[in-house]
């Protein structure tokens, strides 16, 4: 979820050009960890329902299963989410206008990253679990 805000600012400044950085921006934050969290617990608990329905079946077997019925529901709050600040841009008012297209680069990144980032780590947990090693960390 963290990696989503130096990203979405790379994007915000460098590539959107947009060099007025509000104080406002800095609550997008909180939008962020809100859809962020859910995204994890939506994903997280797809792949742990797909294990108590398949407790035989491999990692790849669950992927199959946990990834599309998670990312289709990530993707739906994403995009409602996004789109609600995308048309909020047509606001002349700049401070909102930056907030609003900053929050919806934040949701964006946040999705992307989930999918790169959560679906892997999920496996790999599943793939130590299943193999009956056992650490205090985990």
């Known amino acids: 979820i963290v990696f989503s805000i130096p990203l979405a600012y790379f994007i ?8 007025f950085f509000p104080f406002l921006n ?7 960890f809100a859809l962020g969290a859910d995204d994890v617990f939506v994903a997280t608990d797809k792949w742990k329902n797909a294990r108590l329905q398949m407790p035989k ?5 669950i992927a199959a299963v946990a990834l599309p ?3 289709g529901a990530m993707l739906l709050t994403t995009s409602t989410t996004a789109v609600a600040f995308f048309a909020t841009a047509i606001c002349p008012v700049a401070p909102i206008m930056c907030f609003v297209v900053y929050c919806g680069l934040l949701i964006i990144m946040d999705y992307f990253l989930n999918m790169m980032l959560v679906f892997p780590s999920l496996c790999l947990y599943d793939k130590w679990i299943m193999s009956g090693n056992t650490n205090c960390f985990v």
């Open 12 to 19: 915000y400044y460098f590539i959107g050009r947009l060099s």
């Open 57 to 61: 079946a491999t990692t790849e077997e």
């Open 26 to 32: 800095f609550i997008g934050v909180f939008v962020l």
């Open 69 to 71: 019925n998670a990312a």
